[in-house]
């Protein structure tokens, strides 16, 4: 399992996603902009799901036994 950098991670993506989701919820930001952080949270949004999506998968294949575990150090 690679190592991710903070700007990887899920709690990452969506704590930006939060802080786009305020700008945008001010309403007072010119149309160019607001467009820009539109995109942006539709992109990581779309991101996060993936994120999730994994990890549901992952816990999925581990609960019917797919995936073989290492119990010995």
Request: hydrophobic letters at 40%; glycine letters at 4%; a negative charge.
């Amino acid at each position: 399992m690679s190592a991710q950098t903070p700007v990887d991670t899920y709690e990452a993506r969506y704590a930006r996603l939060q802080e786009v989701v305020a700008q945008l919820e001010t309403g007072e930001l010119p149309l160019d902009r607001a467009v820009a952080l539109y995109e942006e949270g539709v992109r990581l949004a779309a991101e996060c799901q993936a994120l999730l999506d994994t990890a549901e998968l992952r816990v999925q294949q581990l609960q019917s036994g797919e995936t073989a575990i290492n119990l010995e150090a």
